[in-house]
């Protein structure tokens, strides 16, 4: 059975936590008020007697001082037109509602702040979402895009959770990381999406990553992270030799051991491919030429494995395939800027948006929103980004994108 009169005063506490009397803003008489037709739907449907409950409920806490209601037309026990919050009844208001005052919630909330700070020293991200909760607080802004104020505890995992990430630097399963950090295998999964919100929002060179490269940057994965090779070299792993060129499909090797990973300097390779999806991978056979799978963004690992193979090859031309859309060029431009090497794109132009024309898609709004955002930052240095810029302004102006299993490279 529903305790309408708790409905309707939370309702009303929660009007009068979000005004400016609330924060000592306003010194002028200020009341709070809820009309019931507008505020509870229940007292004005014909099918039920809710609004019989709802008048005797509203009616005991009119009695015990901690609402004053207004009937409609002035006929008192007919229909409530509106009530009104008293002010001078608010501690026992809260009390008898066994509600915590907003302005004791963000007290606690601020000294949790101030000792998160002090634990994050040296972690950015963490310590901005800081301040910007710290800021909002204090300006009696919402916060409720990251946290609920009625519930410290889970913001204390969150912290956790952030924090925990930005500084870790082994390599964890998702699960793994979550025990060692919360002695639960599934919490930080429940956590992850306001996690990664948090470091896209605070640090813009995560933007553009999706939830699991985004981990993977901080060395959590969800599952076992192979790299992909093929081509026309030999690879070392500890003392065993593997020759490359003999394995049609090449080689898969975990993530946990790529550091192990050596290149023979006596077997060089005169190209250096990175590709974006693993069918098309399956299909490359270019002569001389090192294939290494990337599947999307390139993590940490990936991106020092190539630092690596390039000072074992560092006269080999580099080059990256991917889809010919802003996601594709997006992993493109993060490749180079990772690792430094200069990447040039393959057969990712006009040339092929032309010649695979019918199987080009159409962009979704989203995509024509994120394309211009690309264009205007690589609009900052155009002799730069020429040949970029000429493949973009060209979905753009024709709508299309294309993806990578499409194009022959045989």
Known sequence: MKSWDKIVLNKLLDKYERSNLFYHKNTRNQSFSLYLKKSLPQYVNESSMDYLAINDDLKAAEKKGF??????????????????????????????????????????????????????TGLTVSLAFLDYIKGRILEGKSIKA???????????????????????D?????????????????????????????????????????????????????????????????LQIGQSFYDLSKLKQGLAVCGEDIENL????????????TVENLTTFTRVDLAKTLVIYLGGFPNKNRSELLKRIYKSFPKANYYHFGDIDVGGFLIFLNLVEKTGIDFKPYKMGIEELI?????????????????????????????KNKTILETLNFIKSNGIKLEQEIIRLN
């Open 355 to 383: 010649k695979y024309r019918k199987f080009c898609k159409t962009l979704t709004k989203n995509d024509q929103t994120r394309l211009q955002k690309l264009i205007d930052r690589l609009s900052q240095d155009e002799v």
């Open 170 to 234: 082994k390599n964890y399963y998702i699960r793994e990381f979550s025990i060692q950090n919360f002695g639960d295998s599934k919490r930080f999964e429940k956590l992850v999406p306001r996690v990664t919100k948090i470091l896209r929002q605070f640090n813009s060179q995560y933007e553009d990553l999706d939830q699991n490269a985004l981990l993977e940057e901080f060395f959590v994965f969800q599952n076992p992270n192979y790299v992909y090779f093929k081509g026309d070299t030999n």
């Open 67 to 120: 609402l004053a209601i207004t009937w409609q037309q002035r006929k008192v026990d007919h229909i409530i037109s509106k009530v009104t919050l008293n002010l001078d009844r608010l501690d026992e208001i809260y009390v008898y509602l066994n509600r915590k005052p907003k302005d004791k919630k963000e007290r606690e909330f601020l000294q949790k702040i101030d000792a998160f700070e002090k634990d994050c």
């Open 262 to 273: 050596k290149f023979s300097i006596d077997h060089p390779v005169k190209t250096v491919l």
């Open 146 to 168: 990251f946290a609920d104020l009625s519930n410290l505890k889970d913001f204390e995992d969150l912290m956790i959770g952030l924090s925990a990430l930005e500084r870790n």
